[in-house]
């Protein structure tokens, strides 16, 4: 099987964001692999273990897509050493605040070139939290839509997959013939630690950083962003220690707030 | 000009979300409003600002979920030429707006909580520490909406009801649903409606009673943290947070919960949170504007006798 897993480098959860010029101010902050798509990485090698393993010489490889500035290398550097083959980095400054548009276009034109089985997205990137670009390489790609998994069972000689698709609306188990792509919930896994081997062997793996020149994408903006303004910290409020009375205080300032 | 929004339902009623919707579209337009089903579920809209509504009863949609819905409403978009599409969002919202974007090459905007005349979003992003207002600048404006962001407006409608068959494209059969298992309600609000949710983390380690006692007092929804769902007692459908749903409503109340990062995420934008939790350093206190540092298991029965006395 030859699986590509779509993951993004993001800035930190924990730091402070801020925008600039209508975009997510990227080099004050550390970046790090969206967490999300840790574990679409794992469940790719997982998958790929299931059958046969992703080694050299083996019939599966996984390979990461990846489109962002040239340092994203080093998040895929973190997802190369949890056990991925390759990688494939789309760099561009025509790139630079792209939306789920544009980048669903362009991960969509790298994948179509490349005989994939199977793409795995995370659910969502911590920074835009659109949850949309799965469901467009779907669309784009005129691939079955298999997202929101909390579990992924693949059947390569049938060339077909099953998910459970977990979301607010309930569960849903979904069936599709290869190609498919399909974005997975946290639930799903438990991602693995790079081992030291793991680290010392993703030195020599190759990360191919592409222009967008090459693609058959169109590239544009679909939407502006008009302004962008820092909202008042949310300052702490009233704190007290329950003495005894915690609950009754509670109350009493439910009721001054109309809320009971 | 004209809008479109579809309708929301829960349990085969039709839920407030769609005359919220109804009501920011209707700054914009005339509002027709689509129904994923059959003309009793069409006839159930008779509140909000909307003209017309058109049934689309495609079975496909329960048999192959997100892609049969992409083709009902592109069916509808090729009738009505809108130049304005609300949709609710959740996870299945989301994915149908953003098939939607790209099949009509339209721009698309996530998670609003308003929408002005000229169809311009303000989102909260960032944990709900930034204001952005944006517009799409291309094709239709397709815009997903927050449950619970505006007072909706309910004068009494009667539209004009019509109904759409649209066929469903073999490439939107190629994902096919076997089977379906509802989300577990268990008679309280819906989450993302709901005007107070009470939710419980570790610290209740397991027993939810106080927590649905002062939920159930106060007619508000129960959530959970991840921790509480991850450890089984609490179905995944009720978490918060990034992962999660996010909530809005009028009063949050965080019980045992530490207020990571991510469970902040999808409640931070509560007009009220209160947090009730042991530790005094607990980080879900930098952003409750009251605070219980107590045990949840001493301070919720107090408050709940409270409520009780109140009533009575
Ligand atoms: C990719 C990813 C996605 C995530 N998504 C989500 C998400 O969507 N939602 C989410 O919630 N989390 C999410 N998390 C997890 C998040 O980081 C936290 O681990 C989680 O929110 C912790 O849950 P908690 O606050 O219930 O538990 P803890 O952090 O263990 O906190 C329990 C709290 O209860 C207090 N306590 C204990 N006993 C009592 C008592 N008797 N009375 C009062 N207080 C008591 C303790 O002081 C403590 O502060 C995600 C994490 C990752 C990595
Ligand atoms: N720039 C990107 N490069 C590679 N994958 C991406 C990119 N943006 C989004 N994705 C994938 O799409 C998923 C959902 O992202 P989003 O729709 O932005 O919330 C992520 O978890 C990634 O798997």
Redesign the interface.
């Known amino acids: 099987m030859k699986i590509a897993v779509c993951v993004k480098q993001v800035p930190d959860?924990?730091a402070?964001?801020?925008?600039n010029s209508g975009r997510l101010d990227r080099e004050g902050v550390d970046a790090v692999l969206n967490d999300?798509d840790e574990y679409a990485v794992e469940e790719a090698l997982r998958i790929a273990e299931a059958h046969g393993g992703n080694e050299e010489g083996s019939s599966n490889t996984v390979t990461l897509i990846s489109m962002g500035p040239e340092r994203a290398a080093e998040a895929i550097r973190k997802a190369l050493s949890m056990g991925a083959n390759n990688a494939i980095l789309i760099s561009d400054v025509a790139l630079a605040g792209a939306?789920?548009?544009t980048t669903?276009e362009v991960l969509a034109s790298v994948i179509k070139a490349e005989a994939f089985d199977l793409v795995i997205c995370g659910?969502?990137s911590?920074d835009a939290?659109?949850?949309?670009?799965?469901?467009?390489l779907?669309?784009?790609l005129?691939?079955?839509?298999?997202?929101?998994a909390?579990s992924v069972k693949v059947n390569p000689d049938a060339k077909s997959v099953?998910i459970t698709?977990?979301?607010?609306?309930?569960?849903?188990?979904?069936?599709?013939?290869f190609p498919?792509v399909i974005s997975v919930?946290?639930?799903i896994n438990e991602p693995r630690y790079p081992s030291f081997k793991g680290i010392m062997a993703a030195k020599k793996k190759s990360i191919e950083t592409r222009s967008a020149a090459g693609l058959a994408a169109n590239i544009?903006?679909?939407?502006?962003?008009?302004?962008?303004?820092?909202?008042p910290?949310?300052g702490?409020?009233?704190?007290?220690?329950?003495g005894?009375?915690?609950?009754?205080?509670?109350?009493t300032?439910?009721?001054e707030?109309k809320?009971? | 000009m004209s809008a479109v929004i579809l309708a929301e339902f829960s349990d085969g009623k039709v839920s407030k979300t769609t005359a919220e919707l109804a009501t920011l579209a209707a700054r914009t337009g005339d509002v027709t409003a689509v129904v994923l089903g059959n003309s009793q579920m069409a006839a159930q809209i008779l509140a909000g600002p909307i003209k017309k509504v058109i049934a689309v009863d495609n079975a496909d949609v329960l048999a192959y979920g997100v892609a049969a819905a992409v083709d009902a409403l592109a069916a509808v978009i090729a009738q009505e030429s809108p130049k304005v599409l609300l949709i609710a969002s959740s996870a299945f919202g989301k994915e149908l707006a953003g098939r939607l974007a790209v099949r009509t090459n339209s721009g698309l905007i996530t998670d609003a909580v308003d929408v002005a005349a000229d169809a311009t979003a303000t989102q909260l992003v960032f944990g709900g520490s930034t204001t952005v207002h944006s517009k799409v600048s291309h094709g239709i404006s397709i815009i997903t909406v927050r449950p619970n962001s505006v007072d909706p407006d309910l004068t009494p409608a009667t539209p004009e009801v019509s109904t759409l068959t649209s066929p469903t494209s073999a490439t939107s059969q190629l994902a096919k649903i076997t089977s379906t298992q509802a989300p577990v309600k268990g008679g309280r609000p819906e989450l993302t409606e709901a005007q107070i949710v009470v939710s419980g983390g570790r610290g209740t380690n397991g027993d939810f009673t106080p927590v649905e006692t002062f939920a159930d007092l106060l007619g508000g929804a129960v959530g959970a943290s991840r921790a509480a769902t991850d450890a089984g007692w609490y179905p995944h459908s009720m978490q918060v947070g990034q992962t999660g749903k996010t909530v809005s409503p009028q009063l949050y109340v965080a019980c045992g919960i530490s207020g990571a990062i991510q469970h902040r995420a999808g409640m931070q934008t509560s007009k009220v949170i209160v947090a009730i939790n042991k530790d005094p350093e607990a980080p879900i206190f930098e952003v409750a504007d009251f605070g219980v540092v107590g045990d949840l298991f001493a301070v919720l029965p107090q408050a709940s006798e409270g409520i009780k006395a109140r009533k009575s």
């Open positions: 959860s924990w402070e964001k801020k925008m999300l939306d789920a548009l669903s659910t969502e911590t939290r659109m949850s949309v670009v799965p469901a467009m779907a669309e784009r005129s691939w079955a839509q298999l997202t929101f909390g099953e698709r977990v979301t607010e609306s309930g569960v849903d188990t979904i069936t599709a013939q498919a919930i946290e639930k544009s903006a679909w939407s502006d962003v008009v302004d962008a303004t820092p909202r910290a949310r702490a409020g009233i704190k007290v220690e329950d005894g009375t915690g609950g009754d205080a509670l109350i300032y439910l009721a707030k809320l009971v």
